[in-house]
């Protein structure tokens, strides 16, 4: 379904130095720097897959997706979407895909919501019975019912995001580009947001490709990441696989009671790690390549008689964190 080979792009930018003299002497003399946004880019996606993109500020995510929907022109290489060269053969490819920029709005912001719903019905060509039926969906699951006539610029930022989600699908698109879907969103919003994701990507198959810096979205909805970095394509593959290699450190919530005359002590196994203990609670982190949660747990309960324990995996962001460092992003 999609299939980028070797994709690279680089932009010409102005620079000059601060004060007035240098700001008259840029008007005649400009002085330019290239900077390589991606570099032999590659990676194939199967239709109904939900890829998370991701990586710093400035890696070329969004550059990828301008890229992906026909707005940027790469320098080289190749790019085939649904059978489409994006940039190519734009009037047609538009009509199969979705896209949603977090900062960005395809809504007018003086008309009511719905005003914009009917002029998108009209730029795509979609027929009166699918419209109708997509916008009964769409308001019913987005819960649009109540803001649907109302002036874009009144909305909240939540409210505004549910409306261009709600955009990008009148026309029945077979992929879904979203960059920073949620930034800015409450958590109500978010929730609602990834449900909704997950609902039309199960129902329809609709294949989303999803950049954010919410690692929580990534978690919520992917089962793939693919992540770069200064241009370059440095990861490939599933969330499951990158929890096993980099996740592999488990906190321990312990409670006990202390046995008369007993203390507890800090297990002394190879990587565990006591960050904090009192009379009653201990928290404990574990590297599980290198000693094994039941072994911590009978160390501890042959000092004191344990209340409950509770184990946690890595959050998400200290597993991409660690990659990061990897990667010495």
Known sequence: MIELNGISKSFK?????SGMKNAIKALFHREYTHVQALQDISFSIEPGEIVGYIGPNGAGKSTTIKIMSGILVPDSGSCRILGYTPWQDRVNYVKQIGVVFGQRTQLWWDVPVIDSFDLLR????????????????LTETLDLTGIIQTPVRQLSLGQRMRCEIAASLLHSPDILFLDEPTIGLDAVSKIAVRD??????RERGVTVILTTHDMHD???LAKR????????????????ELRDRFGRRKTMTVDYEQHPGRMFAPPELPGVEVANWSKDRAVIHVDTVQSRISDVINVISSQVELLDVTVESQPIEEIILDLYKEYEL
């Not at 009166?128 to 039926?133: E, F, G, I, K, L």
């Not at 909704?196 to 990507?201: A, S």
């Not at 990441?225 to 499951?240: A, E, H, T």
């Open 122 to 137: 009209d730029i795509y060509d979609v027929s009166p019975q699918a419209y109708r039926d997509n916008l009964d969906l």
């Open 225 to 240: 990441i693919i992540m770069i970095g200064r241009g370059k394509l440095l990861v490939d593959g599933k969330l499951d």
């Open 218 to 220: 990534i978690e919520a």
């Open 13 to 17: 930018v102005a620079r000059r130095s």
């Open 196 to 201: 909704f994701i997950r609902t039309i990507n």
